[in-house]
């Protein structure tokens, strides 16, 4: 790689049947060509496709000053749908596996028994894992206790993964991720038990890059978001259930950011000691980090005890929208019943469409009201649906569903490929293709890069990724609506 | 003249920790930065870390305190003990304004 900017240059390869890791050159050519993230991730995948690859993929602008810019890409062949899907990693993970000197990570065939990845400093090592058998608050402990490290962000399973459910998604640290594909599963099944990371690394950045950034951060805090902070804030523009935002308000106790993003939705509720006790204190898990709204969301049910539901899902790796449909259907209408229920889930092969439940494809879909707008970006299946099927805060961009739809799509493989949190292209309207293009531009010395060009990108990828997919799969007949299938048929059509 | 920190308003973006590094050495890390973000994660304990030149300041949640050569950091768990290797801040010198102010989405971050 000649450029000395954004990227460390390095691709990890690592061979969980050999026990082998190497390092190959991030070329040039596929940073001029595909910029990064998903849409390296599907080059590599192409590359190593018969060995089932998992790819962790940073983007162009992943770690840098670009408001949102915290995010990495996991790509692979999906269980539950077949399919080659996304999943972004958000908060601290994206920005840590940089800052190791590892710009790509690619996971090749199975090990012949549990193993933990290390990757750290430009090094990377395969070690056992001693942790197989731990839930996912334990693994977590156990890296950090094990690497000394409180620092260390963790890609880990629970016992869901473990026993290849599913139902399985993969954890950031404690508190689940956006994985709605199952590639939790898929970890389980090459016997992956964790990825952890740390990275006290270096890169650089053009001069005047820093300018740029913080104007547009300026323009972003005085628009839209101005005033506004919190999961719930999310959840009134979505219109989720009154009971939830309630349970929000009256337990919530801080409001996170991830790495660079002005606007914190990850907001912490405390269950288990008051919700506006600010010191350390000695009760050790005091509560929740609500990461996934549509999972507290599908948990509504059972009231004030949604957000213990939740936790209870990330302790066993456990994709929360999915289980609590399941969960409901069982019956059970206690938090004792639930959690039992969860625990068998953990270890069972059950899924929505074995239980005739609502899926695309065999994915949870979002507890909203259906439409044609928010129901073709879940149906196409290409990234994750942890993120809400429509714009938040601002009205709908396009004239129409299809147009909507091509609007959403287009913004997350923007985001996905540039390394930028695909939720807060949804709240964002100031990340334009114009200003993250002139981002790219100062930040690679490329005079003639321009908003046409990302956008040729972005339009290519989704083509591509569309063709390779076929189609959208089986979708649960209740989530059929009249224009569904040639709303997606022009979808796909607008991308060539 | 020193860096003040709004403590509750802070959301743990890390903005700050990476503007810092970028005054002391021009590029993308947190290794050169005066500030730290530190956390005891479960129990959403988080704050900053601001090595000055005679003291430490902890932007703590339940409000700020200064720890002087001698005394103990109590609180952060391991996250927080490596910046008493870091630079002091010096208010980025040079430039118009502090580059923690300016990145701080959230106007955490002043000087008086």
Redesign the interface.
Same mark, same amino acid.
């Given at each position: 790689m000649d450029y000395i900017n954004n990227y460390n240059g390095n691709i990890l390869v690592v061979d969980l049947e050999s026990g082998k890791c190497d390092q190959e050159e991030l070329e040039n050519a596929l940073i001029e060509g595909y910029l990064g993230g998903a849409a390296i991730n599907l080059e590599l995948y192409k590359k190593y496709s018969p060995r089932d690859p998992l790819i962790i993929g940073t983007g162009l602008l992943t770690?840098?000053?670009v408001?949102g810019s915290c995010a990495a890409v996991i790509t692979g062949k999906s269980p539950i749908t077949g399919k080659i899907a996304n999943a972004p990693l958000t908060w601290?993970t994206g920005i840590e596996l940089k800052?190791t000197g590892f710009d790509f990570v690619v996971i090749l065939g199975k090990s012949a028994k549990p193993v933990k990845l290390w990757i750290h400093d430009g090094l990377a090592d395969i070690e056992d894992s001693n942790e197989w058998g731990k839930d996912v608050?334990e693994t977590v402990d156990a890296l950090r206790h094990n690497y000394? !490290? !409180?620092?260390v962000e963790a890609i880990v399973i629970g016992p869901a993964g473990e026993n290849c459910s599913p139902l399985a998604q993969v954890s950031e *640290?404690?508190w689940g991720s956006k994985d709605k594909f199952g590639f939790g599963k898929l970890m389980g099944e090459k016997k992956l038990k964790a990825v952890a990371l740390r990275g006290?690394?270096?890169?650089?950045?053009a001069d005047g890059f820093?300018d740029e950034c913080?104007t547009l951060?300026r323009e972003?805090?005085s628009g839209v978001i101005n005033g506004k902070?919190g999961i719930g804030e999310i959840g009134k523009s979505l219109k989720v259930s009154e009971g939830i935002l309630s349970v929000i308000k009256e337990m919530a106790?801080? !409001? *996170?950011?991830?790495?660079?993003?002005?606007y914190?939705c990850l907001t912490?509720l405390?269950y288990h000691e008051p919700s506006k006790e600010?010191?350390?204190?000695d009760?050790?898990?005091?509560?929740c980090?609500i990461t996934d709204l549509s999972g507290l969301a599908a948990f509504g049910f059972l009231g004030k005890d949604a957000p213990q539901a939740l936790e209870q899902c990330f302790r066993l790796g456990l994709e929360p929208t999915a289980s609590a449909m399941l969960v409901e259907k069982a019956g059970k209408k206690d938090l004792a019943g639930a959690k039992e229920e969860l625990e068998k889930l953990s270890k069972s092969q059950g899924s929505l469409k074995e239980a005739g439940l609502p899926h695309f494809d065999g994915v949870s879909p979002w507890p909203i009201i259906p439409s044609l707008e928010t129901t073709l970006p879940q149906a196409s299946g290409i990234f994750s649906n942890a993120v809400p099927p429509q714009m938040v805060f601002v009205n709908p961009q396009g004239d129409n569903p299809q147009a909507r739809a091509v609007s959403w799509l287009k913004k997350q493989a923007m985001a996905y490929i540039l390394g930028i949190c695909p939720l807060f292209t949804l709240i964002s309207p100031e990340m334009t293709e114009d200003k993250l293009a002139g981002l790219v531009k100062i930040t690679m010395n490329w005079e003639n890069f321009s908003a046409e060009k990302l956008s040729g990108i972005c339009s290519r990828y989704l083509a591509e990724i569309c063709a390779m997919q076929g189609g959208a799969g089986e979708i649960h007949p209740s989530l059929k609506m009249d224009g569904l299938d040639a709303g997606l048929k022009e979808v796909k059509e607008s991308f060539k | 003249m020193e860096l003040q920190f709004d403590t509750l308003k802070c959301d743990g973006c890390r903005a700050c920790e990476f503007a810092c590094n970028y005054h002391h050495d021009r590029n993308i890390s947190p290794l050169g930065s005066s500030l730290m973000y530190y956390r005891e994660e479960k129990k959403n304990y988080y704050g900053m870390v601001l090595k000055r030149e005679k003291s430490l300041f902890l932007a703590k949640p339940e409000g700020p305190e200064t720890i002087l050569p001698g005394q103990q950091v109590k609180g952060g768990g391991a996250s927080a003990k490596p910046i008493l290797l870091r630079v002091a801040c010096d208010l980025c010198k040079g430039e118009e304004k502090p580059l923690c102010v300016k990145a701080c989405p959230r106007d955490v971050i002043s000087v008086a």
């Open positions: 770690s840098t000053f408001p601290q800052l608050w000394g !490290d !409180d620092m *640290n404690y006290l690394g270096t890169f650089e950045v820093f913080i951060l972003i805090v902070q106790h801080r !409001d *996170n950011a991830c790495f660079s993003c002005p914190p912490f405390k600010m010191k350390s204190t009760v050790k898990e005091p509560g980090l | -």
